[in-house]
């Protein structure tokens, strides 16, 4: 067992086991907030990141850097500050700094060990299978010359990245499904577990199995800090912590819902019809739920003639306000006029062209000549 899990007060508490490289007693999160942080993950920043891990072993007497205590107390440090970041990912990580640590010492055994979480790792790294490393000597280093460990973290970080594009994608599809059953449902159902129920349901008809109902999770009474008798739940794998989240997240009616400007998942706090997230976009340090509904506006007019011609014109019959060359009577009447053709263009009841021209009025009328203390609205026309 790799930790073990519960819910309180609306969190989700995550407890190590001794064996694991992280030694936090406990760890309290948001429910909810680990499972999407984690599948709106950019996997590109996983390869960069760990390229630059794995090139720390790029040289000779890596093996034995890695031996020595110190770096074992840095690793542990390491685990921990990681796993309070980014839990679902802390997995990826202790089990790349677990390989590196038995490959050091017997690399047949660290690949066998791999291979239960990665089908495919004895035969990526099967050109590691019939080494061992010579016995050193008082005084004597062995030269590692092909940089076996560090082509072995390649090879590794190879694999975890194609586990976490699986993961991240089955992961996605599932909440889709959710919210799909929720929009097609509603919120009129009898308990929240009626969505769970209709997903397996599903998926059911579709595959003829079972993944939440199928081999659940065990459960067992434990202690806790501070001193608390608590139902814990077992997590052997990223999957089990996935599963035990995502059905907690269900049965506590945490919604989810995806943000209509930036596309990633969000959890609703202050409004249920929010549609916008709380996260940074862009470099201009601003949130999505600040300049989500204007970008969307621009978009949208950007996609659409009819708007853009509309919104150009709008824009410059306000400026003149602005310049006092247009009372703003006089720029209400117009927008009035302005948004009815609009509206009449967009539903093909009136000629793209003609509604051009009628934009295009008070423009012509001034070249000609008129007052600007006078301007034309064509509102009037």
Same mark, same amino acid.
């Given at each position: 067992?790799?930790?073990?899990?519960?819910?309180?007060?609306?969190?989700?508490?995550?407890?190590?086991?001794?064996?694991?490289?992280?030694?936090? $007693?406990?760890?309290?999160?948001?429910?909810? +907030?680990?499972?999407?942080?984690?599948?709106?993950?950019?996997?590109?920043?996983?390869?960069?990141?760990?390229?630059?891990?794995?090139?720390?072993?790029?040289?000779? @007497? #890596?093996?034995?850097?890695?031996?020595?205590?110190?770096?074992?107390?840095?690793?542990?440090?390491?685990?921990?500050?990681?796993?309070?970041?980014?839990?679902?990912?802390?997995?990826?990580?202790?089990?790349?700094?677990?390989?590196?640590?038995? @490959?050091?010492?017997?690399?047949?055994?660290?690949?066998?060990?791999? #291979?239960?979480?990665?089908?495919?790792?004895?035969?990526?790294?099967?050109?590691?299978?019939?080494?061992?490393?010579?016995?050193?000597?008082?005084?004597?280093?062995?030269?590692?010359?092909?940089?076996?460990?560090?082509? #072995?973290?390649?090879?590794?970080?190879?694999?975890?990245?194609?586990?976490?594009?699986?993961?991240?994608?089955?992961?996605?599809?599932?909440?889709?499904?959710?919210?799909?059953?929720?929009?097609?449902? $509603?919120?009129?159902?009898?308990?929240?577990?009626?969505?769970?129920?209709?997903?397996? /349901?599903?998926?059911?008809?579709?595959? %003829? *199995?079972?993944?939440?109902?199928?081999?659940?999770?065990?459960?067992?009474?434990?202690?806790?800090?501070?001193?608390?008798?608590?139902?814990?739940?077992?997590?052997?794998?990223?999957? %089990?912590?996935? +599963?035990?989240?995502?059905?907690?997240?269900?049965?506590? %009616?945490?919604?989810?819902?995806?943000?209509?400007?930036?596309?990633?998942?969000?959890?609703?706090? *202050?409004?249920?019809? #929010?549609?916008? =997230?709380?996260?940074?976009?862009?470099? $201009?340090? *601003?949130?999505?739920?600040?300049?989500?509904?204007?970008?969307?506006?621009?978009?949208?007019?950007?996609?659409?003639?009819?708007?853009?011609?509309?919104?150009?014109?709008?824009?410059?019959?306000?400026?003149?306000? +602005?310049?006092?060359?247009?009372?703003?009577?006089? @720029?209400?009447?117009?927008?009035?006029?302005?948004?009815?053709? +609009?509206?009449? =263009?967009?539903?093909?009841?009136?000629?793209?062209?003609?509604?051009?021209?009628?934009?295009?009025?008070? *423009?012509?009328?001034?070249? /000609?000549?008129?007052?600007?203390?006078?301007?034309?609205?064509?509102?009037?026309?």
């Amino acid at each position: 067992m790799i930790a073990s899990v519960y819910i309180k007060n609306g969190n989700i508490h995550f407890y190590n086991e001794k064996d694991g490289l992280s030694n936090l $007693g406990g760890i309290a999160y948001e429910l909810g +907030r680990p499972l999407l942080n984690f599948v709106c993950y950019e996997p590109e920043r996983f390869d960069e990141g760990y390229a630059l891990v794995a090139e720390a072993f790029d040289h000779e @007497f #890596a093996y034995l850097s890695v031996r020595k205590t110190e770096f074992i107390a840095g690793l542990k440090e390491r685990a921990n500050e990681f796993q309070q970041q980014e839990t679902y990912l802390s997995f990826y990580d202790q089990t790349f700094m677990q390989f590196i640590c038995a @490959f050091t010492q017997s690399p047949r055994e660290a690949v066998q060990q791999l #291979a239960e979480l990665f089908p495919g790792a004895e035969e990526k790294l099967g050109w590691t299978m019939d080494f061992a490393w010579p016995p050193s000597p008082p005084g004597y280093f062995y030269a590692d010359k092909e940089r076996r460990l560090y082509r #072995a973290a390649l090879d590794v970080v190879s694999l975890m990245s194609e586990d976490l594009r699986e993961k991240l994608k089955f992961m996605t599809n599932e909440i889709e499904l959710l919210i799909n059953f929720r929009t097609a449902m $509603g919120a009129s159902v009898d308990s929240p577990m009626e969505y769970l129920y209709s997903m397996e /349901a599903y998926r059911f008809e579709k595959t %003829d *199995r079972y993944f939440y109902l199928e081999n659940p999770l065990r459960s067992f009474y434990g202690i806790t800090k501070p001193p608390e008798v608590v139902e814990l739940y077992e997590i052997n794998s990223i999957v %089990d912590l996935f +599963r035990f989240e995502f059905v907690k997240m269900i049965e506590h %009616d945490v919604f989810i819902k995806k943000c209509k400007n930036c596309g990633r998942y969000f959890i609703p706090r *202050r409004r249920a019809d #929010a549609e916008y =997230c709380d996260r940074t976009f862009g470099d $201009g340090g *601003r949130k999505c739920s600040e300049v989500g509904a204007t970008l969307r506006y621009e978009k949208k007019v950007a996609e659409n003639p009819v708007l853009e011609a509309y919104a150009k014109a709008y824009k410059r019959f306000n400026s003149r306000t +602005r310049t006092k060359k247009m009372t703003q009577s006089e @720029f209400l009447s117009w927008s009035e006029q302005a948004r009815k053709r +609009r509206d009449e =263009c967009l539903a093909g009841e009136l000629p793209f062209e003609e509604f051009v021209a009628w934009l295009e009025q008070g *423009r012509l009328r001034r070249r /000609a000549g008129k007052s600007a203390s006078n301007p034309i609205d064509p509102a009037s026309e």
